[in-house]
C-alpha cells in the first residue's frame, strides 16, 4: 500500500478515533487534506491515551512540589531527592485493555514499559508493584483474567530481575468486563544525573536501539481511548508482544551508555511508539525532528512508514547523541546483542517529517500534534446531581453484628481480604537481595550499599470513591500515607493511575474532578505531592450488555523514606505480653458513637449482603497528626508492631497482625459502640501499635513534643498480645479461611 495515495474518507477518519470537529482542526494545521501517515499519526497523538484531552485541564489542580521534588509530572517519571546525592525515580502506568483481551502479554508489557520509563531517566529499577482490579470470581472469565494477568506480571518481572515487592488486588462486579492492571517501578540514580527527554542541537543524530519493530500493537493508544464493544476479542493484534530478556539486555546497555556523556536526550518508544517518541523528544526540546524511515529497523517484510509509527513493539528506545560518539554507542549496543540505527536527526523546523525512499510522506508542525492539541472541559454532575445519581444516602438503620467471631472468619474468607499468598508465590521478590518487608503495609527496599531503604505502596478503595469521589479521592492518598507511615518512613511523594469509564458521561467527569480534588487536599494538607502518573478513560464495557463502567478507581503510589532500615517496623505481633492500643482520632479513646462509621463497609457488603451508606470522612489534620505521632514512636523504639486500619477495621487488622505474627490476642469490646461499629467500623486515621512497656509510652505521650497534635489523637488501650486465639476464634481457623479463597478457587 502507497501511504500517501489512499484517500481520506470519513470512514477512514472516524476507524482512526476522530471526530469530524478534529479532523477539522487537522485540515486547519495543515492547511491541506492529510495522507494517512499523518492521519494516523494525528489520532495516536490526540488519543485520550496520549494527548490528556479530557483530563489536562483538571490534572493542574494537583500539587506538584516540594524542596525534596526534583522533577514532577511531564516526563517519563517523577523524580524525588532522597539525600546522598542520589535520587528516587517512579511512576504507574496502566495496561487496562490489553490485558482484557491477552492477559498475559498485556500484563507482561505493562511491567516492561514502566520499566522503561524509568530506566530511560537515568535509574536503575530496583523494585515493581501492581494494582489490580477484577470481576466477580464466578464470571466465566476472570479464572483465565487473574491466572494470566499474574503469569505476565510474574513472568516478564521475574525474567528481567527486578523484584515484585507490593500491590493490591481486588474483585467487583463493576470490572467484569474491564479489568485494570496498574503497574508501578521504582528505581534509584544519581541526582546529579538525570536524563530528560528533550531533544536539543541542531544536526543532532537521532538514535534508535532496542528490539526490531514488527506490526504489534499499532492503533494500540487509539484502542486504549475508547471502550470496548462486543468485538474485544478481535483487537488480539493491537497488543503487543513483551520479551523480558531483551529488556534486561536493554536496562544494562542504556545504563552504561549514561554512565559517558554521549547522550543529549532519551526516551522510551511506549504508546504510540515510535510517534510519540519523537514528538515528544523535538516538542519538550523546541526543535524539529527528521527520520529516515529505511533505516528504521524491521523485523516483517514490507512495513511502511505508517506501520512502523504506529507499532507499539516493545523493548525499543529513542535517543539524541552528542555529534562524534555514534560509534562508541553503537559498540555498547551491539556489545549487548541489540539493534542500533541512526534513523534522524534534529532539526529547527519544529516540524516533524518522514522520508521513505526518497520521497517527503509527512511533515507535520509540532504544535498542533502536543501543546495544541485538542483540550476539552467536559461537562460534570455538581456533588448534589452526583449523589443523587448515584442513590448515595446514609444508613436508615445500623445493622447488628450477633457473632463477631463468625462474621471475622467469613471477612477473612472473602474475595476482598483473602490472603494473596497464591499471587505472591508467582513473583520473585528477592532478587537482587535487597528486600526487607512484603505482604505488610507497605513494601520495605534497601537502596543497595547504603542504610537507607524506600518504602513503597499501592491504594485505593473504589467504593468509597463511588459513594463520594471527593472523599474517596482523599482517603486514596491518606491510605498510602498512612502504609508508609506503618512501617517507619516518611511519606515524600505519589505517583497515581487514573482509572474512570467514559469521560462524556457528566456522571463519570464528576467522578473524576472529585476524586481529583479530594486527592488534591489530601495531598496539600500531608505534603505529600504528585511526581507523575497516568490517566486511563473509557474503562468501560458494552459485552457485558448495558455499557457498565468501572467504579472510579484512582489507584494512589506512594514513596516513602526509611533513614536506617534497623529503624523498619513490621505488622506482626511479637511478644506475648505487649499491650494493644488504638491510636487515631480522639473520639474513639473518649468514645462517640454516632461518629463511628460502617456506612460502604466491607462487613456490610461481606456480611450483610448490603452495598449502602456514605463513604467515611477523611479528616487531613488527624492522619497528619497520627502520621507523624505513629513515626516518632516508632523512631524512638516505643513499638513492636504497627498496622493501620482500612478494609475490615479493627477487627480485621488485629487478625493480620496475629496471623503474621502466629499469636494471639485477648482484646476488649468498647460498650460505648455496637460491636459491628466497633470492630468492622472503617473510620479513617487508625493504628493498632503493640507496646512492649505501657509506662515508656505512658511518659513519651505526656512530654507532650506534639501537644498541638496528641490533643487531637487519642491511645486507648484494647488487649494484650498472647494465646492462640483472636475474638474467640482460633488461630487454625482463621488461616483456613484466610487462605481457602484463592486455595479452592483456582483448584476448583
Not at 456533588?383 to 467469613?410: F, H, M, N
Not at 463511588?466 to 502504609?483: I, L, M, S, T
Not at 456522571?507 to 474532578?513: C, D, H, K, L, S
Not at 492462640?724 to 484463592?742: C, I, K, N, Q, T
Request: proline share 5%.
Amino acid at each position: 500500500m502507497n501511504d500517501t495515495a489512499q484517500q481520506i474518507t470519513p470512514e477512514i477518519v472516524e476507524q482512526h478515533g476522530l471526530s469530524p470537529e478534529e479532523y477539522q482542526r487537522v485540515l486547519h494545521a495543515l492547511g491541506r487534506e492529510p495522507n494517512v501517515v499523518e492521519l494516523g499519526i494525528f489520532s495516536v497523538m490526540w488519543s485520550e491515551h496520549c494527548s490528556y484531552k479530557s483530563s489536562r485541564i483538571h490534572l493542574k489542580k494537583l500539587p506538584t512540589e516540594a524542596e525534596w521534588v526534583i522533577c514532577g509530572p511531564g516526563e517519563n517519571a517523577g523524580v524525588i531527592d532522597i539525600g546522598d546525592g542520589q535520587a528516587a525515580i517512579f511512576k504507574m502506568e496502566s495496561h487496562n485493555h490489553p490485558s482484557y483481551i491477552e492477559p498475559y502479554q498485556g500484563a507482561a508489557t505493562g511491567v516492561g514499559g514502566i520499566l522503561r520509563d524509568v530506566f530511560t531517566m537515568g535509574a536503575r529499577p530496583m523494585a515493581n508493584l501492581n494494582a489490580l482490579r477484577f470481576g466477580r470470581p464466578d464470571h466465566p472469565k476472570m479464572k483465565h483474567l487473574v491466572k494470566g494477568v499474574v503469569a505476565g506480571i510474574g513472568g516478564y518481572g521475574n525474567c528481567v530481575g527486578v523484584p515484585t515487592v507490593g500491590g493490591e488486588t481486588n474483585f467487583d462486579p463493576a470490572y467484569d468486563g474491564n479489568i485494570l492492571v496498574n503497574a508501578m517501578t521504582v528505581g534509584i540514580a544519581d541526582a546529579e544525573r538525570i536524563f530528560y527527554s528533550a531533544a536539543s542541537g541542531v544536526g543532532n543524530p537521532i538514535v534508535y536501539v532496542g528490539s526490531k519493530t514488527g506490526r504489534d500493537g499499532i492503533h494500540g493508544a487509539t484502542m486504549a481511548s475508547a471502550d470496548f464493544a462486543e468485538d474485544a476479542e478481535a483487537k488480539r493484534p493491537t497488543v503487543q508482544v513483551g520479551d523480558p530478556f531483551t529488556e534486561k539486555l536493554l536496562i544494562e546497555a542504556c545504563l552504561e551508555l549514561m554512565a559517558t556523556d554521549a547522550i543529549v536526550a532519551i526516551q522510551d518508544m511506549g504508546a504510540a511508539g515510535l510517534t510519540s517518541s519523537s514528538v515528544e523528544m523535538a516538542t519538550n526540546g523546541k526543535a524539529g525532528i527528521r527520520l529516515d524511515m529505511n533505516k528504521v529497523p524491521c523485523r516483517e517484510d514490507g512495513m511502511t512508514p505508517y506501520e512502523m509509527m504506529l507499532s507499539e513493539s516493545q523493548e525499543r528506545m529513542l535517543m539524541v547523541l552528542k555529534p562524534g560518539r555514534e560509534a562508541e554507542a553503537e559498540a555498547i549496543f551491539r556489545k549487548w546483542e541489540l539493534d542500533f540505527a541512526i534513523i534522524g536527526e534534529v532539526t529547527d523546523t519544529r516540524h516533524m517529517v518522514l522520508e521513505w525512499n526518497g520521497d517527503v510522506v509527512c511533515d507535520i508542525p509540532l504544535g498542533p500534534l502536543a501543546a495544541d492539541a485538542p483540550l476539552y472541559d467536559r461537562p460534570a454532575m455538581t456533588r448534589e446531581e452526583y449523589r443523587a445519581w448515584a442513590g448515595v444516602k446514609p444508613l436508615a438503620e445500623v445493622p447488628q453484628s450477633t457473632d463477631v467471631g463468625a462474621d471475622l472468619l467469613t471477612l477473612l474468607a472473602s474475595p476482598s481480604l483473602a490472603s494473596r499468598r497464591w499471587i505472591a508465590q508467582q513473583y520473585d521478590s528477592q532478587v537482587g537481595a535487597d528486600t526487607l518487608q512484603t505482604g505488610g503495609d507497605a513494601a520495605v527496599v534497601r537502596v543497595h550499599g547504603t542504610r537507607k531503604a524506600l518504602a513503597m505502596t499501592t491504594d485505593c478503595t473504589p467504593r468509597y470513591c463511588y459513594a463520594d469521589p471527593y472523599e474517596g479521592g482523599k482517603q486514596a492518598v491518606a491510605e498510602a500515607y498512612r502504609n508508609l507511615c506503618a512501617v517507619g518512613a516518611k511519606p515524600l511523594a505519589i505517583t497515581n493511575c487514573l482509572n474512570f469509564g467514559n469521560p462524556q458521561r457528566p456522571e463519570i467527569m464528576a467522578q473524576f474532578v472529585g476524586c481529583i480534588e479530594g486527592m488534591a487536599d489530601a495531598c496539600r494538607v500531608l505534603d505529600f505531592p504528585v511526581v507523575s502518573g497516568n490517566v486511563s478513560l473509557y474503562n468501560e464495557s458494552k459485552a457485558t450488555g448495558g455499557g457498565s463502567a468501572i467504579l472510579p478507581t484512582p489507584a494512589i503510589g506512594g514513596v516513602g523514606l526509611i533513614a536506617d532500615h534497623a529503624a523498619m517496623m513490621t505488622m506482626a505481633f511479637r511478644n506475648a505480653g505487649d499491650t494493644l492500643y488504638l491510636v487515631g482520632p480522639e473520639h474513639w479513646a473518649r468514645p462517640d458513637p454516632t461518629r463511628s462509621h460502617l456506612g460502604k463497609s466491607l462487613w456490610l457488603r461481606e456480611v450483610k449482603g448490603m452495598d449502602a451508606g456514605r463513604a467515611p470522612p477523611t479528616d487531613l489534620t488527624i492522619e497528619r497528626n497520627a502520621g507523624e505521632i505513629i513515626r516518632e514512636l516508632i523512631a524512638d523504639g516505643l513499638v513492636n508492631a504497627v498496622h493501620d486500619l482500612s478494609d475490615g477495621g479493627l477487627a480485621v487488622a488485629l487478625a493480620e497482625m496475629a496471623l503474621a505474627g502466629d499469636i494471639g490476642a485477648e482484646v476488649e469490646a468498647n460498650d460505648a459502640y455496637t460491636p459491628a461499629q466497633w470492630w468492622f467500623g472503617e473510620d479513617q486515621g487508625r493504628y493498632v501499635i503493640s507496646v512492649p512497656d505501657t509506662d515508656a509510652l505512658n511518659a513519651a505521650v505526656a512530654r507532650g513534643t506534639r501537644d498541638s497534635e496528641t490533643a487531637q489523637i487519642g491511645f486507648r488501650r484494647i488487649g494484650t498480645v498472647g494465646g492462640r486465639s483472636l475474638l474467640g476464634v482460633p488461630l487454625h481457623d482463621m488461616r483456613e479461611a484466610h487462605d481457602s479463597f484463592f486455595r479452592d478457587w483456582m483448584e476448583g
